[in-house]
């Protein structure tokens, strides 16, 4: 009697020992199903579970946050400061060169930005632990998007519950900068929602077609089947049927081996073959639907929907609705963040962070001298600053703006400053202002 009451009782005590160790290092509660889903994962329609890192083993899941990743991060980013007349000018303090030069002791800028817009399309949120010397801002150090949540107490404080070496410890919200992706996740306000886990179904979907398309190839494009004999096997024949029959013909190393069947033996399919199945069209789809959720078109990523050429006007004008609706989005959200955590507790309002979107025409060189002989035409920019975008030296006296005239106001046409001025320009550049000069002495 004894034994079966320490049998009955041996859950209970499992159950409390794990609740009590659970709780002892604060890492996750029996109520926490955000933080238990992080855990295992999420199960999908197509019975894969899915998380964050089995995710990125989906090509289109790992392209579409790669490509997008490096795009922000190749941007440069400014401190400006705002004058009380309207202009800006570049600041260069400490501030400046921590987001700017070097983030960290580890990172380069391209590496820090790199990895916040790949954990913040991937979880939806973003971290890294504010540093401080006194009350100067040395560092920031990135923290990994499963290693870090927000929580709020009782008392509404919110603070961020960081699991570093197997504990947790609570860091105050003043030494936190999180980068928010879109909307709000379901179980907390404090959060941004993940594409992954929105995208649960989509990803699923495409995981179990890529393991079918695996499966069918392993077995050297065979299907399914069953050997059908006439009569009821030994256990011995069984064991030689299976030797002779399906061992010789499994694999994809064996694709193409010939089998023998007798006495009646045959072969009865029970699935689909990939043509059946449209599995191409299916892993085609799936492509386009992960696109979906990450904002990203699938030319990008390297595929060229039915239809679409990979160059062209239409190409460039999906780019530009690309750098439009998914990176500027991205960026506008980071420097918001960086203005509103890091810059405004320094008490310097007039003070902001901006990536360079122009550094997107550096591989384009007919935009590029487009865009800057505009600039030079109207006036916006002068020669010397259009020589600074490119890198190359000052040259005197190009520092001036300067516009065409070809467009006059109505009411100077034909005055000396218009049109007259204009025609002794053209002759003198044509030499025959010297040659009216010699017939009027003559």
Not at 66 to 91: C, F, H, W
Not at 135 to 149: E, K
Not at 396 to 403: N, Y
Request: charged share 25%; with cysteine; hydrophobic share 40%.
């Amino acid at each position: 009697m004894a034994f079966v009451t320490r049998a009955l009782a041996a859950p209970f005590k499992l159950y409390n020992a794990v609740r009590d160790e659970v709780a002892k290092e604060r890492r996750l509660t029996l109520q926490d199903g955000a933080g238990w889903t992080r855990f295992s994962g999420r199960e999908s329609n197509a019975g894969k579970t899915v998380t964050q890192f089995n995710a990125y083993q989906v090509a289109a899941v790992w392209a579409c946050i790669k490509v997008t990743a490096q795009a922000v991060s190749s941007l440069p980013m400014s401190v400006y400061e705002v004058g009380r007349d309207g202009s800006r000018s570049e600041v260069f303090d400490d501030l400046s060169d921590l987001l700017t030069e070097s983030p960290n002791r580890d990172q380069t800028p391209l590496e820090f930005w790199e990895g916040i817009t790949a954990w913040l399309l991937t979880n939806g949120n973003a971290y890294a632990e504010k540093m401080s010397i006194g009350s100067r801002l040395a560092s920031l150090d990135p923290i990994p998007s499963s290693h870090c949540m927000p929580r709020r107490k009782a008392d509404g404080e919110l603070v961020y519950v960081v699991r570093d070496r197997g504990k947790n410890y609570e860091l105050p919200r003043d030494k936190i900068f999180h980068v928010k992706g879109f909307g709000q996740a379901i179980h907390n306000a404090d959060m941004g929602m993940s594409p992954i886990a929105a995208g649960t179904n989509s990803i699923g979907a495409a995981m179990a077609a890529q393991e079918a398309a695996a499966a069918t190839f392993a077995s050297g494009l065979r299907p399914t089947g069953f050997f059908l004999f006439d009569q009821q096997l030994s256990e011995q024949q069984r064991t030689q049927a299976e030797k002779s029959l399906v061992q010789p013909l499994s694999g994809s190393s064996k694709a193409g081996g010939v089998g023998i069947l007798e006495a009646g033996v045959k072969w009865q399919s029970v699935s689909l073959n990939p043509e059946d199945a449209q599995m191409l069209l299916t892993r085609r789809f799936d492509i386009e639907e992960l696109c979906r959720w990450f904002g990203t078109p699938p030319i990008v990523i390297g595929h060229a929907p039915d239809g679409q050429t990979m160059w062209g006007s239409g190409v460039e004008q999906i780019l530009i609705s690309w750098l439009t609706l998914g990176i500027d989005p991205i960026c506008d959200r980071i420097e918001a963040r960086v203005k509103k955590d890091l810059i405004r507790p320094s008490g310097n309002r007039r003070r902001y962070a901006e990536f360079n979107r122009e550094a997107l025409l550096q591989m384009d060189s007919k935009a590029k001298a487009q865009f800057l002989s505009q600039m030079v035409q109207n006036g916006l920019m002068d020669r010397n600053e259009g020589r600074d975008k490119l890198n190359l030296p000052r040259r005197e006296g190009a520092d001036a703006l300067t516009v065409q005239t070809n467009l006059s106001p109505l009411d100077q046409l034909g005055s000396e400053a218009g049109g007259n001025q204009a025609r002794q320009a053209m002759l003198s550049w044509l030499g025959l202002d010297r040659k009216e000069e010699s017939d009027d002495e003559t």
